[in-house]
Each structure stands twice: as structure tokens, then as C-alpha cells.
């Protein structure tokens, strides 16, 4: 279950989102602390986040709401979302079910820069 205690020490009104009215999120497997992906969400995303207790982000490509796993059945359970000391960016804790990556991979940084 999601720990929603932040809502009454920081609330969703306290966060700094972008002239876009995006913040930055960071996923991060709440068992083995592996960044999983970044992404964007809006307040409506973080609202639908909020109540399903899974990841909704905003797609800044295809300019809309999306559920992550929706189509492919990868979803991400939230079960904390955590707030940086300048409120600009969230970090969710999640149960990831199958990868998180688009591409199959279990977490989107599988590369290594060289």
C-alpha cells in the first residue's frame, strides 16, 4: 500500500512543476533501489497515480495521458512517491510487473555511455 503521508507534510500544491506544467519523475524498483525509467507527469497523471496506486505519466511525444502497462500489461505499482528538497521532482517506488522499458529491457538505462 502507497504511503500517501507526504500529501499532509508537503502537499500536491507545495510541487514546482515546469512552465509546460510538468514535474520529473524518477521509477525506481522499490526492492533492488535499479532506476527503472524517468518520465514526466502532469497534475492529472499524479492525481490518477494517486487514486490507482499505478504509474500514470504524461507523453510529452504524443502529447496525452498514459498508464504505463495499459497496453502492454507492465504496469507499475506505486507504493511511495517521494518528493526532492526543491519539490521539483518526484521519486516513485514501484513493483514493477514484467520490464519497464519499452524496448523489453527490464530498466530503460541498459547502456553504458562509452
Keep these: 500500500m502507497m504511503n500517501n ?6 502537499g500536491v500544491g507545495r510541487l ?7 514535474i520529473t519523475t524518477v ?6 533501489n535499479d532506476v527503472l525509467m524517468v518520465a514526466w507527469m502532469n497534475a492529472e497523471a499524479l492525481r ?22 495499459a497496453t502492454s500489461g507492465n504496469f507499475l505499482n506505486v507504493r511511495e512517491i517521494r518528493v526532492d528538497c526543491d519539490a521539483d521532482t518526484l ?6 510487473v514484467g520490464p519497464a522499458c519499452h524496448t523489453g529491457e527490464r530498466s530503460c538505462f541498459f547502456r553504458v555511455l562509452e
Design 27 to 32: 521509477v525506481q524498483d522499490a526492492m533492488t
Design 91 to 96: 521519486l516513485l517506488k514501484v513493483d514493477p
Design 48 to 69: 490518477l497515480t494517486l487514486e490507482s496506486e499505478q504509474a500514470h505519466f504524461w507523453s510529452r511525444s504524443r502529447g496525452k495521458l498514459w498508464h504505463k502497462g
Design 5 to 10: 503521508e507526504w500529501q499532509d507534510e508537503i
Design 16 to 22: 514546482t512543476f515546469d512552465e509546460k506544467g510538468l
